[in-house]
């Protein structure tokens, strides 16, 4: 009887011991992945308190600002709607190919095909913007320029599509298009990795009570997955509010128009900053940076808001 | 398992490579400085035998560093200055950094260069700064970089040169003229088969120098026709088509029929230019021309000149860029002095200029521009 005793003793003071040396595991860890956390958040802060001291100057009312204008809200809205405008045509058109792509990879395709679809789909990802802006200089925007004329021929009362149309097709519907390329990778890893994570039992239930395919999908895959694709497309939102290389090489800036398919008209803030940085000193800096600022607080905004969402559909998901 | 490993390892090596080469592309424009301050490599933009070109035949023993800063349309053309002037003085280095012609001229008011590159001269209030860095005497302007814009189309049927006033020139800028073969460009034309083709105009969409002179020329020489005066960055209200850069007009010109644009004319190889009407004669751009416009134009007491555009005078291109030097007539000290005489002797001499036109394609100055500018620069001397 006396013997199992020690056993347990030995048995348990090692596990102990075990416990003891994982809780220096444990706390290295965790004191790593705070020092993470803060670092993030500073640099975050660093970057905001640069952005708002710099850009004081040309914000405070009544400055002396290097562009025409009166004021630096005048100055800045038409590329706020211009940043905007285009991340949205991105989105319109790179969402429902993404998860279109990401549903085929994952409860469509047989493996053998999904594999190499979705290796050329991270491959996307992985060509640098400058590529993209070329290509969509040299090879998209000629060919977009017939299509920009139908449009404007037979949807020319819609004004997206008023206005004399472009000849060479550097417009912000390009730049849109090439924008859209771009997120498409993002927004499609992340959902083919949602999409795969729909519990197996539920969709063999849905299957077993007689639904097809298709309404297996709608009724298991999509509330599950519905919080991770608002997600992706939020992620794929930030790439395409903050790309710059592309759209400076792709758009024939302006002023403000609601066409999509005139050239000279609208910019986005990333273009206008990387076109006159160069050049740029005094009151023109301040006023650059500022623009840098808006930027920030739309994408804030964005994340805020994609957050909200995120946490209203949660319940619903089953991923809890 | 090991060659997977590494075959991985391959790949995000070669799209970190890709990025990276991405981001220093993206850079070039801003800070491609870092780059021109190559020191004095013997390189293959000093000829042979420059040396007897120099000015007094022999090398020169000043040493040290010079620094400057300024107009990003001299970078070219300063990169060239900066390595050929070991031929005059071995062990000289010269950096500059291509900050902007705003930027370069503040830096040497805080006294932080010893010169600056400008495409614009110094303002009065500028020029009353210069005095607490230079002394009171202030500071001066060399022209040392002049490069002609050619005004260039794409017009595949059209072999002669179109001419144009440079009251049309402003009408088509302005989108007042659409097509190539309206009345105003046919009537200066006669002989001229134009094509109906619609004229697409494409400007700079950078900040940019080229524009600022191209817009000056409109403003003094097209009367009423261009009302939106002498501007860096290209009038908004004006809807039109834009590139990045030097390069990006020209090449969205080349692929667009019917594409017009303004362009450093070394940069317009393929495309069709216009013979700008001066006086009552029609004027190519070429070199001569264009540095006779500054040669015939009246020298300020500072070295700026008061560029006429509006000119008559025969065999004169008027659409010229003049990028400046500046120099202070007095530095703290000796060294200095040397340092920077030795610089900007070496730019405008002969043999600077025609190794800056080798890389740069500027418009090398003429001998009169040469000359008041080296009494200037002879004078130079340390303080008190």
Redesign the interface.
């Known amino acids: 009887m006396s013997t199992p005793a020690p056993a347990t003793a030995r048995e348990s003071s090692a596990s102990l011991r075990g416990s003891r040396a994982g809780s220096a595991g444990d706390s290295i860890f965790s004191g790593l992945a705070l020092a993470s956390a803060v670092v993030i958040l500073l640099v975050l802060a660093f970057v905001a308190i640069f952005l708002v001291s710099e850009a004081l100057p040309a914000i405070r009312p009544g400055a002396d600002l290097d562009s025409p204008v009166d004021s630096f809200f005048e100055y800045v809205w038409p590329l706020m709607a211009g940043t905007v405008m285009a991340a949205i045509i991105a989105l319109l058109l790179a969402t429902p190919v993404a998860v279109g792509v990401a549903l085929f990879i994952s409860h469509y395709a047989p493996p053998r095909i999904a594999k190499p679809v979705g290796f050329v789909i991270d491959l996307l990802a992985?060509?640098?913007?400058?590529?993209y802006g070329v290509w969509g200089?040299?090879t998209l925007a000629?060919l977009m320029v017939p299509i920009y004329g139908w449009l404007n021929e037979h949807l020319g009362f819609i004004p997206f599509f008023a206005g004399?149309p472009?000849?060479?097709g550097?417009t912000l519907l390009t730049s849109g298009i090439v924008l859209s390329v771009m997120v498409l990778p993002i927004i499609t890893a992340l959902c083919r990795e949602i999409f795969t994570q729909t519990p197996i039992l539920h969709q063999e239930a849905a299957l077993g009570l007689g639904a097809t395919r298709w309404e297996m999908i709608k009724m298991t895959v999509f509330p599950f997955a519905r919080a991770g694709i608002v997600s992706s497309i939020m992620l794929g939102l930030g790439r395409a509010l903050g790309e710059?290389?592309a759209v400076?090489?792709v758009l024939?800036?302006?002023?403000f128009s609601w066409s999509l398919i005139?050239?000279?008209?609208n910019q986005t803030i990333p273009s206008e900053i990387?076109?006159?940085?160069?050049?740029?000193?005094?009151m023109?800096l301040n006023e650059l940076i500022a623009a840098g600022l808006m930027l920030f607080i739309i994408t804030l905004a964005v994340n805020m808001i994609a957050r909200a969402i995120v946490n209203k559909h949660k319940e619903f998901s089953g991923a809890n | 398992m090991k060659a997977l490993r590494f075959g991985r390892s391959a790949a995000l090596l070669s799209?970190a490579a890709?990025?990276l080469?991405?981001c220093s592309?993206?850079d070039n424009?801003?800070n491609g400085g870092a780059s021109s301050t190559a020191p004095a490599g013997s390189s293959s933009a000093a000829p042979a035998g420059s040396s007897s070109a120099a000015e007094g035949g022999a090398t020169s023993d000043v040493q040290g560093n010079l620094v400057g800063a300024g107009a990003?349309s001299q970078e070219a053309a300063m990169t060239a200055w900066t390595q050929g002037v070991s031929s005059v003085a071995p062990n000289l280095t010269v950096q500059y950094s291509p900050?902007?012609?705003?930027?370069g001229r503040?830096k040497f008011l805080q006294g932080a260069t010893s010169f600056a590159g400008s495409d614009a001269a110094m303002d009065e209030e500028e020029a009353e700064q210069a005095k607490q860095v230079c002394g009171d005497q202030g500071a001066f302007h060399v022209p040392a970089y002049i490069s002609p814009i050619a005004v260039a189309y794409n017009l595949p049927g059209v072999e002669e040169n179109i001419k144009m006033d440079a009251e049309t020139i402003a009408r088509v800028f302005t989108g007042e003229i659409t097509t190539w073969n309206d009345e105003a460009i046919a009537s200066q034309n006669e002989g001229v088969e134009l094509p109906d083709t619609?004229i697409?105009v494409v400007h700079r969409?950078?900040?940019?120098g080229t524009t600022e002179n191209f817009t000056a020329y409109l403003t003094e020489a097209a009367g009423d026709a261009w009302s939106y005066d002498e501007v860096?960055?290209w009038p908004?209200?004006?809807?039109?088509?834009?590139?990045?850069g030097t390069t990006?007009v020209v090449g969205?010109v080349s692929?667009?029929e019917?594409?017009i644009t303004y362009a450093d004319a070394s940069a317009v190889d393929g495309l069709g230019t216009v013979d700008v009407k001066v006086g009552e004669e029609y004027v190519a751009y070429s070199a001569e021309a264009a540095a006779a416009t500054v040669e015939k134009s009246e020298a300020n007491e500072d070295g700026s000149i008061e560029l006429d555009r509006a000119t008559t005078e025969a065999g004169v291109y008027p659409v010229v860029l003049v990028s400046y030097h500046i120099y202070c007539n007095q530095y703290k000290d000796q060294e200095t002095v040397d340092q920077v005489k030795a610089f900007a002797e070496y730019a405008i001499s002969e043999d600077g200029q025609s190794t800056a036109e080798g890389a740069a394609g500027n418009a090398p100055i003429s001998a009169a521009t040469r000359d008041a500018a080296m009494e200037r620069i002879e004078a130079i001397s340390a303080q008190g």
């Not at chain 1, 992985?126 to 590529?131: E, H, Q, R, T």
Request: a negative charge.
């Open positions: 992985a060509i640098p913007s400058v590529v200089w040299l000629p004399a472009t000849t060479t550097r710059t290389m400076t090489m024939s800036g302006g002023i005139q050239s000279g008209r990387a076109l006159n940085f160069p050049e740029a000193f005094g023109r | 799209v890709l990025a080469t991405a592309s993206a424009g801003g990003s900050d902007g012609s705003g930027a503040e619609p697409t969409s950078d900040d940019s860096e960055t908004a209200d004006i809807t039109a088509e834009s590139a990045q990006g969205l692929s667009n019917g594409a």
